[in-house]
């Protein structure tokens, strides 16, 4: 019931050529809405590259605001009521307004979730505002906690804290600009206010004075990231039907097939679920790439780079040796969201970080996904994964470099985690408890006997001191990107 109300109660009326398009896509009619405003966000975006000046905060305001409101309605009068609020603590309670953004946009997403059940919702192809409110709560969070930051000395922030604050108030129409900008509240990704509003005035990393931060043509980059995109939705929607979450909650899945092809099923029904998302971001980059604001300055070759907010990186994550190493490739900008606005604040200053730093981390990401268990289930096995990722590097780096590098561990490795993620990614996809504990046990939760082998042997028998070829700088690398999204590197995919 609550799916029917979210599908057709809060939007415009269907027209006779919405309802032809949906039903020969096979789409429902928000889904073929929300690809439909996806695509006319692609537009957008190239043209705002194009508005004078004056015209941008305007033109990202109106059109940010139509995009969302042609797929889900009158939904989106919630985003008005957290950003108003949010709005009226930076006027007048500057040095607690970031803490007062966490205490009225967390609250008002989580009741989003539990009122229009989005995960089931989601689940059956019903899309309601409350996606777009996800991102809309890590934006107000983090021009909240930004504008605050801005009240402190930089020596009492961290490096990213320091460069991302904001020294002055945004002007309401600054404010509403940064939310809606380019209809990039549909899917993302997340970006920085003080980044955005260097980009609309030509400032900093786009400074139009400098040629080597002048935007370029955008349209080949922008070009071939939307033909991703369109790979990765055929792939989805081809695929999708049959390998989805009824698979993995038949009787044939669950009984009837050997473990090994339990494994296969796990791993294709994940992969095709992750082409949604894949799909999803490849978009919202395109749209990035082509306003300029993804540009991300030129490599030593003098080459253009675009990447400045990839939100994945599609061969890195399936073909993934390194768990910790998932964090920094999959939903890169929410990663890097939760880097800097909960795993480092959580961490006292002068302290390392711990594991219980990493799993608060992945517990605030599962609860901004939703309330369903699957959530959970998820984000907490991933901060396992981690901890396992982190504690096996550590044992490899005592080993000889021929050792480490050799093929048939490296393949071993690429396919454990697959495995690995595959598992952990079943409970996000079926969401229900008993659907979670099911699917796990078909496979005699090997996965996390595996991880929890892996900790427990660390602790037990704590790996030695690194060989020789391995530097300090390269240990540190496959343990910092736990719990982790990656920067803005200048090294595109």
């Given at each position: ?13 269907p ?23 996806f ?26 605001f ?12 919630h ?23 966490w ?36 934006r ?8 605050q ?10 490096e ?11 002007s ?83 009984q ?16 095709v ?51 910790p ?22 961490t ?34 991933t ?14 780096r ?86 982790k ?9």
């Open positions: 019931m609550a799916a029917s109300r979210i599908a057709y109660g809060t939007l415009l009326p027209q006779a050529w919405e309802l032809s398009a949906s039903e020969s896509s096979g789409l429902t009619m928000s889904q073929f809405r929300f690809m439909l405003a695509v006319l966000s692609v537009v957008i975006g190239a043209i705002l590259r194009l508005v004078p000046r004056r015209g941008r905060h305007p033109f990202s305001i109106v059109t940010g139509l995009l969302i409101y042609y797929p889900f309605g009158n939904g989106c009068i985003a008005f009521i957290p950003s108003t609020l949010v709005y009226v603590c930076m006027l007048r309670f500057r040095t607690h307004c970031g803490t007062l953004a205490l009225i946009a967390f609250p008002y997403l989580i009741v989003s979730h539990v009122v229009q059940a989005s995960g089931a919702a989601w689940k059956e192809g019903h899309l309601d505002f409350t996606g777009a409110q996800m991102v809309l709560t890590l107000l969070i983090a021009i909240g906690v930004s504008y930051d801005g009240s402190r000395p930089a020596e009492r922030l961290s990213y804290g320091a460069k991302k604050q904001l020294q002055r108030l945004p309401l129409q600054e404010f509403f600009s940064y939310l809606f900008a380019a209809g990039n509240l549909l899917a993302g990704p997340f970006f920085e206010a003080k980044d955005y509003l260097d980009y609309i005035e030509r400032k900093g990393a786009w400074d139009e004075s400098d040629p080597a931060k002048r935007i370029p043509n955008p349209l080949l980059p922008g070009l071939l990231r939307f033909l991703k995109a369109l790979a990765c939705a055929v792939v989805w929607m081809k695929l999708s039907g049959t390998y989805g979450a009824d698979l993995l909650e038949s009787r044939y899945f669950q009837e097939v050997s473990l090994t092809v339990r494994f296969f099923l796990l791993w294709l029904v994940g992969m679920a992750r082409c949604k998302y894949y799909f999803a971001w490849s978009v919202a980059e395109s749209s990035l790439i082509f306003s300029g604001l993804c540009y991300n300055g030129r490599s030593t070759e003098g080459r253009p780079l675009w990447n400045r907010y990839i939100n994945s990186r599609i061969r890195r994550v399936e073909f993934n040796s390194s768990l190493n998932l964090a920094a490739n999959w939903n890169c900008s929410t990663g890097l969201w939760l880097r800097h606005y909960v795993y480092e604040r959580l006292p200053a002068g302290k390392r970080p711990t594991f219980a730093t990493l799993i608060a981390t992945q517990l605030v990401s599962g609860v901004w996904h939703g309330l369903f268990p699957g959530y959970w289930f998820f984000f907490a096995t901060a396992v994964m981690f901890e396992a990722g982190k504690t096996l590097y550590k044992y490899e005592t080993w000889p470099a021929a050792v480490r590098t050799f093929p048939l561990w490296v393949l071993f490795k690429a396919v454990f985690n697959a495995i690995i993620l595959a598992y952990a990614a079943s409970s996000f996809i079926v969401l229900w408890l008993p659907d979670c504990v099911a699917i796990w046990r078909s496979v005699y939760f090997l996965p996390h006997i595996s991880i929890v082998a892996i900790i427990l042997c660390g602790l037990v028998l704590p790996p030695g001191k690194p060989t020789s070829d391995v530097t300090p700088s390269k240990a540190l690398a496959g343990v910092e990107a736990s719990g999204a990656a920067g803005n590197g200048k090294k595109d995919e």
